[in-house]
């Protein structure tokens, strides 16, 4: 096979393992609320270690290869790192902002609309109606967003991940197929990462496979569009500030939205479950460098 075919269809196959994390999280019905606080943990736990032990180690090495002085390499990487939370911080302050102002106008509308009731208890009745429609209606563009955070964020992190892999396996098809197994195993829990919270908040499993699937999708395309049109541009310091910065998102939505969500639906599930999620990755790891 040629070294290009192979490479594309060695990142596929990594890349395409977020489609199966999506899978294992519907084999049963819609998440109920200890199994979502569990996975929601889980992905935390996902998240938060892949990020500092992998991720940011990464940034290190190739911000130290760039500047040729680990001080500086490690230096340049922790700026990386906090910028990309102050960066999602700010998306995340912009969104929200709307998001509020949206919720704001609805109760309005809503009180506006029972006002113009004879019956006060009427009112009441639609009122409360009004109140858990609005509830629910929060809880689910809340668990909708953070799904699109996280799927934003892996997508992110795969798409120089899937050149780093596509390049190693043009140079040494052996290396290469090692680092795609490596990936392909941690890509499984952030399949699971995106997709839970948007099942639970769509009620549509085809809606959060696609979503889980696209944000795998990056591997591939990353490879692509790196290969044939960035090559020229890309060097250590972009996998290095890359790799940095989206350490830094993806422990922002592990803290500010996986983790405080997963509460409010389980007290001591949430943690068993970033236990796990630690793991796993771990474990995916391990299985790697051994």
């Known amino acids: 096979m040629e070294p290009i075919a192979l490479a594309f269809l060695v990142t596929l196959g990594a890349g395409l393992a977020t489609g199966i994390g999506s899978l294992l999280a519907f084999t049963r019905t819609k998440p109920s609320d200890k199994f979502l606080a569990f996975m929601l943990g889980l992905s935390a736990g996902v998240m938060i270690y892949v990020s ?86 929060k809880e689910r563009r809340g668990l909708m967003r953070m799904g699109l955070f996280t799927a934003m964020a892996i997508a992110i992190h795969n798409f120089p991940e899937g050149l780093a892999t596509f390049m190693a396996t043009i140079q040494q098809p052996s290396l290469g197929i090692a680092f795609a197994v490596a ?62 910065g989206v350490a830094g998102v993806m422990v922002y939505i592990s803290l500010d939205e996986l983790l405080p969500t997963a509460k409010r639906y389980d007290h001591h ?22």
Do not use: C
């Not at 990487?77 to 704001?104: L, Q, S």
């Not at 599930?269 to 051994?290: D, E, K, N, Q």
């Open 52 to 137: 500092l032990v992998e991720i940011f180690q990464k940034a290190v090495v190739s911000l130290t290869a760039a500047f040729g002085d680990s001080g500086q390499g490690y230096l340049w990487a922790t700026v990386g790192f906090f910028g990309g939370f102050i960066v999602i911080a700010i998306i995340d302050k912009i969104f929200g902002h709307f998001h509020d102002h949206g919720e704001e106008d609805t109760v309005t509308h809503n009180h506006a609309h029972h006002e113009h009731h004879d019956d006060a208890h009427d009112v009441d009745i639609a009122g409360m109606v009004s109140e858990m429609d609005a509830s629910e209606e």
């Open 269 to 290: 599930l949430p943690i068993m479950g970033v236990f796990v999620g630690m793991a796993i990755m771990a474990a995916s790891l391990v299985l790697f460098v051994v």
């Open 183 to 244: 990936i392909a195993i941690h890509n499984i829990p952030e399949g699971v990462a995106v997709s839970i919270p948007i099942y639970r908040a769509t009620g549509s499993k085809v809606k959060a496979f696609w979503y889980s699937f696209a944000s795998g999708l990056a591997e591939p395309v990353g490879a692509l569009l790196g290969f044939y049109l960035l090559s020229q541009f890309i060097n250590e310091y972009f996998f290095g500030v890359i790799f940095a």
